[in-house]
T-cell receptor, first 111, second 115 residues
Framework: SQQGEEDPQALSIQEGENATMNCSYKTSINNLQWYRQNSGRGLVHLILIRSNEREKHSGRLRVTLDTSKKSSSLLITASRAADTASYFCASGQGGGNKLTFGTGTQLKVEL | GAGVSQSPSNKVTEKGKDVELRCDPI?????LYWYRQSLGQGLEFLIYFQGNSAPDKSGLPSDRFSAERTGGSVSTLTIQRTQQEDSAVYLC?????????????FGPGTRLLVL
């Protein structure tokens, strides 16, 4: 399967700092979604940005989308220890909106 | 309201045995997806159901994998003659309808270990 790429693979920051994760994808998309995963189990949906949108905010989250570069970024502001998790981008493609996931970024927020 | 549920949470089986994994989508959601997460392959799409339409099976890795969805609700993913490389977390997701901008909500997954 064709996966998107995410960078960095791992990110360690101090509580209160901002965290930025980047994602690239390969084909045309309906939307780009970001998910969080704790302990390798269920995925929690964070935010969805449509292909005709450039920026979206939700609480401490800010997502940007650049379809010309086939890339997206997720910014978490004022990070907390509870934000420690793996973050995945997923591009929704085709009529069924099947998701193609990125490789993930492991975020660690230290006190 | 209740989210997507999956059972069992964990399954250990011997190579060559068949396994069935179950997914209960969110009530009223017409679209249901199966994904797999493994160390070597990351998160991969397996199969997608929408209403009474024929499922999209394009992600199934081999003919040992099959899935069905009865009554437009509960889905079962069956793996026949399991192999060690089938070991992974199998994730189910549902969305309200087939629309291209619908959020997919994931269940907690079934962790399958094939010995």
């Amino acid at each position: 399967s064709q996966q998107g790429e995410e960078d960095p693979q791992a990110l360690s920051i101090q509580e209160g700092e901002n965290a930025t994760m980047n994602c690239s994808y390969k084909t045309s998309i309906n939307n780009l979604q970001w998910y969080r995963q704790n302990s390798g189990r269920g995925l929690v949906h964070l935010i969805l940005i449509r292909s005709n949108e450039r920026e979206k905010h939700s609480g401490r989250l800010r997502v940007t989308l650049d379809t010309s570069k086939k890339s997206s970024s997720l910014l978490i502001t004022a990070s907390r220890a509870a934000d420690t998790a793996s973050y995945f981008c997923a591009s929704g493609q085709g009529g069924g909106n099947k998701l193609t996931f990125g490789t993930g970024t492991q975020l660690k927020v230290e006190l | 309201g209740a989210g997507v549920s999956q059972s069992p949470s964990n399954k250990v089986t011997e190579k060559g045995k068949d396994v069935e994994l179950r997914c209960d989508p969110i009530s009223g959601h017409t679209a249901l997806y199966w994904y797999r997460q493994s160390l070597g392959q990351g998160l991969e799409f397996l199969i997608y159901f929408q209403g009474n339409s024929a499922p999209d099976k394009s992600g199934l890795p081999s003919d040992r994998f099959s899935a069905e969805r009865t009554g437009g609700s509960v889905s079962t993913l069956t793996i026949q003659r399991t192999q060690q490389e089938d070991s992974a977390v199998y994730l189910c997701a549902s969305s309200l309808e087939r629309g291209a901008q619908e959020t997919q909500y994931f269940g907690p997954g079934t962790r399958l270990l094939v010995l």
